[in-house]
């Protein structure tokens, strides 16, 4: 038994809102990638006997009979007991199948599928494709293992993620590296200098020298600040190694227009509110680029804007 | 840079009719700076200052925090929320409020010796 997905896995057990993987595969999943196929078929002129035997070989309940492709009929498993019962077992299929046949085409979701096969009470339906080609057929069989196979692999592809994610902390432990990330959300004035917080606090416990933590603060606190008051929303990653902190802001647009304009002192495209906070002097890029040892952005109207700064520890650099 | 020069803060308090709204206070302040900008604040307030503002929202915590700013003075007679005084008070900064206008203000901490130097030009 494979353990379960981490969506099931490590969510709020008590959330009943939450969507199991399931429930979410069978409107995902299609009839096409759980039927068998081809199906199993035979000729119209085929003998009930000759079915019989294809039945017990194939280890099937249900043969569809077609000419080109074209569904005429099925015989089932019931047709041939009845048939030997009443001594037509060597008469061709197409004297006594059962014809105006109940199909589902191959673009149906699994649980239409399951909602046919409740209100039928047939064990099998044939599959057609939009041309009405007989592609396959379809057995409840089929959809719970055709679940189970989806499932199984999900959960190994959460594990392998998972054990991807579990490498990558312990490579960063192992160089004592912290990564603090966080989104920022637009116009999120509240929220403003928790990234930066966050990274005070690991630059003191490690005793970091109080100028080069002030700098890397007032980086990380302006960029935060940047991507609230002028982008649409963005996200922050603060890497702390020994030798240095790299602080890194993109966000998804709008761009700046000019970046040589905006890294003047004063330049400012900010709006009235948060000017009146005391935001927006033009002063965040400046400032930025005053307490970075190493600064890149670039900027574009369609992908919005990515800063790259990179404080390093134990050397000089500018005063705060 | 000549070294800051440093004074008690209890005779400042005085001088202003400053009340303390966080129960931390640093005995000393190191100089002080005045804005309303929190840009101009991060780039030329010096650790261990006394900041002087009207802005009473929490980014005033967040700014001081971030450049190690001892005592925030909030003039005119504005006080930021309980919220954010609990903030500051997290943070280990001391605000104060005061009656009197910034200018005011300033005029009575010149007077008892506190400057305002920064390392920059």
């Known amino acids: 038994m494979h353990p379960a997905p981490a969506s099931l896995r490590d969510g709020e057990a008590g959330d009943a809102r939450r969507t199991s993987l399931a429930q979410i595969l069978v409107y995902e999943l299609r009839v096409r990638d759980a039927m068998s196929k081809p199906a199993i078929t035979a000729a119209p002129t085929d003998s009930l006997r000759v079915i019989q035997t294809l039945m017990k070989s194939r280890r099937i309940s249900g043969v569809p009979i077609t000419n080109a492709e074209v569904l005429l009929g099925l015989v089932s498993i019931e047709d041939i007991i ?10 061709p299929a197409e004297s006594h199948m059962a014809r105006n046949v109940i199909t589902l085409r191959d ?21 057609l494709d939009g041309d009405e080609h007989l592609v396959g057929i379809i057995t409840r069989g089929d959809i719970t293992n055709c679940l189970m196979m989806h499932l199984e692999r999900r959960a190994e592809e959460a594990i392998a993620q998972e054990a991807t994610l579990r490498a990558a902390r312990a490579a960063d432990m192992a160089a004592n590296r912290v990564v603090i990330r966080a989104h920022v959300r637009t116009g999120d004035y ?15 416990e490690r005793g970091v020298d109080p100028q080069i933590r002030r700098r890397a603060a007032v980086v990380a606190y302006e960029a935060e600040t940047n ?5 649409l929303g ?5 890497t702390i190694d020994p030798d240095k902190v790299v602080i890194e802001a993109v966000d998804t647009g709008p761009g700046i227009e000019n970046i040589d304009q905006a890294m003047q002192e004063g330049w400012s495209t900010a709006g009235r509110l948060p000017r009146e906070l005391g935001f927006g002097a033009g002063m965040g890029l400046p400032n930025i680029k005053r307490c970075s040892d190493d600064l890149k952005i670039t900027s574009d109207s369609q992908k919005g804007t990515r800063l790259h700064s990179e404080i390093r520890i134990g050397k000089p650099g500018a005063t705060p | 840079m ?4 440093t ?27 005045i804005s309303d900008l929190l840009s101009d604040v991060l780039a030329y307030a010096e650790p261990g200052m006394l900041w002087l503002t009207i802005q009473t929202h929490r980014n005033v915590v967040s700014v001081a925090a971030t450049k190690d700013i001892a005592v925030v003075l909030f003039t005119c007679g504005r006080k930021p929320e309980p919220e954010i005084v609990a903030e500051a008070e997290e943070e280990g900064i001391a605000l104060l409020s005061t009656r009197l206008t910034t ?19």
């Not at chain 1, 009845?82 to 008469?91: C, F, K, T, V």
């Not at chain 1, 649980?111 to 339906?125: L, P, Q, S």
């Not at chain 1, 963005?234 to 603060?238: D, F, H, L, M, V």
Request: proline share 5%; charged share 20%.
């Open chain 1, 82 to 91: 009845n048939a030997l019962d009443r001594g037509y077992i060597n008469e």
């Open chain 1, 107 to 127: 673009h149906f979701s699994l649980v239409r599928a399951v909602a046919e096969f409740d209100r039928h009470e047939f064990g099998r339906f044939p599959v």
């Open chain 1, 190 to 204: 509240d929220s403003a200098g928790k990234i930066s917080q966050q990274m005070r606090q690991v630059l003191r």
């Open chain 1, 227 to 231: 991507i609230i008051i002028h982008s």
């Open chain 1, 234 to 238: 963005g996200e922050i990653t603060a």
């Open chain 2, 2 to 5: 000549n070294p800051p020069a």
């Open chain 2, 7 to 33: 004074l008690q803060l209890a005779p400042l308090m005085a001088a202003l009719q400053a009340e303390a709204l966080t129960v931390c206070r640093p005995e000393t302040v190191t100089g002080c700076y």
């Open chain 2, 103 to 121: 200018y005011e203000a300033a005029g009575k901490l010149w007077a008892a010796g506190l400057r305002g130097e920064n390392s920059h030009e």
